[in-house]
């Protein structure tokens, strides 16, 4: 049997001190995907986090035939994708492409440098239906042929002529955005993408692309327009910060109590979530780089409704943390998650610990204030994994929170992070 990893957390202690927000894994992914874009030269990547989806994404890399090196201690990635133009190595097999959902973010770089593509999975959080038609039904448009072959659960992907095109999402997806926008860099003509993502993250890959010579226009309105050059140059990029990693962070000086400063945190891309904390009774002053968060123990936490939408909303991936964070609060406290059709794993699992959670569908009402007792929970995903974290911070006894594997999917040294902050938590391998 193999070892897993477990976050073993015992509540009671509020938090305060320093921490470091890491870079963000929804921008560093989509640009280690577009870093195989350029035919010559290394990529720089600087702030990268040091998470399992980042070492996924590395392994992918290198599988179709880029060099990487991971300078861990420096945080600093440097590809080079020269000898990427083997046709016969443009495939993300399953056994690493489905443990992340950034694996999609490589079809572009494959068409572009061989010509095609064969993706045998794409993993990511299990939250219900995930789908990708946008992304394919989008390539399509740009020229490529699309074919799924059911037998065995592939999708081949033939792009040996791509050209702009116009481009419609019908809900702005994220991954979607950036890899139209990926897909469209480097093919002659002009693509319109409507209803385009407006994730800081998307303006942060946009940004790293227009350094390596692509041209586009309207990141941020909704409305891109990308016009086709005929190569991209490696550059030197340092990771915006994560807004979710921060997020989480504030929350759970909130649940806790204290305060804390959050170095590299910007309150602007907390978007909702800020007005949302502060109506509950958290406190925040932007200070340069560095955001402080502050919450009185002695007062009680106000419960809240939220509706996840796309940013500025909400944002889904805040949703675990807040639902932990609502069962402190005392009244009932409203959650609708509006993008995601199964994401309420976690609901159960604070239910254990004492928590008292309704859901119907897509709606959740957490009635607060619960005393929080530890318990074995199980982290269905990244998020719930995080939440359970913070709810263990407040909980009288022993949490258990595993598989870790999830956790670390997405947060770097997130033990180790929370106990520079006095919170009593460790990862552990059992085997
Ligand atoms: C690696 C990464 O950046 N992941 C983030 C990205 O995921 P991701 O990019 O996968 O999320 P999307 O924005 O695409 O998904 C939003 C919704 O649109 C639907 N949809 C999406 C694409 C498609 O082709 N068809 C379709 O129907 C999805 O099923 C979902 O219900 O944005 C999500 C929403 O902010 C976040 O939770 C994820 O952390
Ligand atoms: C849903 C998430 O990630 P992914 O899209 O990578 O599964 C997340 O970051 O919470």
Not at 199 to 223: Q, R
Not at 341 to 351: I, P, Q, Y
Not at 384 to 398: I, N, P, Q, S, W
Request: charged share 20%; hydrophobic share 45%.
């Amino acid at each position: 049997m193999g070892q897993e990893v477990r976050y073993r957390v015992r509540g009671g202690r509020p938090l305060s001190g320093t921490a470091f927000i890491q870079g963000a894994k929804n921008a560093v992914l989509p640009m280690i995907g577009a870093a195989l874009l350029a035919a010559k030269g290394r990529t720089v990547l600087r702030n990268v986090p040091v998470i399992e989806d980042v070492y996924r994404a590395l392994e992918l890399a290198e599988h179709v035939g880029a060099k990487v090196a991971f300078h861990e201690a420096e945080r600093t990635v440097v590809i080079d994708a020269s000898g990427l133009n083997d046709p016969e190595l443009a495939v993300l097999p399953a056994e690493i492409a489905a443990r992340f959902r950034g694996s999609v973010l490589f079809v572009p770089a494959l068409m572009h440098r061989t010509g095609r593509a064969r993706i045998e999975g794409v993993g990511g959080c299990n939250l219900g239906s995930r789908n990708l038609d946008f992304h394919y039904r989008g390539f399509a448009r740009l020229g490529a042929e699309v074919t799924e072959d059911p037998e065995r659960n592939h999708i081949n992907v033939e792009a040996s002529r791509l050209r702009g095109g116009r481009l419609y999402l019908d809900t702005p997806s994220h991954t979607g955005t950036e890899n139209l926008i990926m897909a469209a860099v480097l093919a002659p003509g002009t693509t319109v993408i409507e209803h385009a993502a407006l994730e800081p993250e998307v303006l942060d890959v946009i940004a790293f692309l227009s350094a390596m010579g692509a041209k586009i226009s309207g990141g941020g309105t909704g409305l891109i327009t990308v016009e086709g050059v005929e190569e991209l140059t490696a550059v030197e990029h340092t990771i915006m910060s994560d807004r979710i990693d921060a997020g989480v962070f504030a929350m759970t000086v909130a649940a806790t109590g204290g305060e804390v400063s959050l170095v590299g945190a910007n309150l602007d891309h907390l978007g909702v979530a800020r007005w949302k904390l502060e109506q509950m009774g958290v406190g925040f002053s932007q200070e340069g780089a560095v955001l402080h968060v502050q919450r009185d123990p002695s007062v009680p936490l106000r419960p809240i409704n939220a509706v996840t939408s796309p940013f500025p909303g909400f944002a889904t991936d805040l949703q675990s943390p807040l639902m932990a964070l609502a069962t402190l609060a005392e009244g009932e406290s409203y959650i609708h998650e509006a993008i995601y059709d199964g994401r309420f794993a976690l609901a159960d699992e604070l239910n254990k610990m004492g928590a008292k959670i309704e859901v119907e569908g897509t709606r959740a009402i957490v009635h607060g204030s619960t005393n929080l007792r530890g318990a074995e929970v199980i982290a269905h995903d990244l998020r719930t994994g995080a939440a359970l974290v913070l709810a263990g911070l407040v909980a009288e006894g022993e949490t258990i929170v595993a598989p870790g594997y999830l956790v670390d999917r997405g947060h770097a040294q997130f033990a180790q992070r929370l106990a520079t902050l006095g919170g009593d938590v460790e990862r552990v391998t059992v085997s």
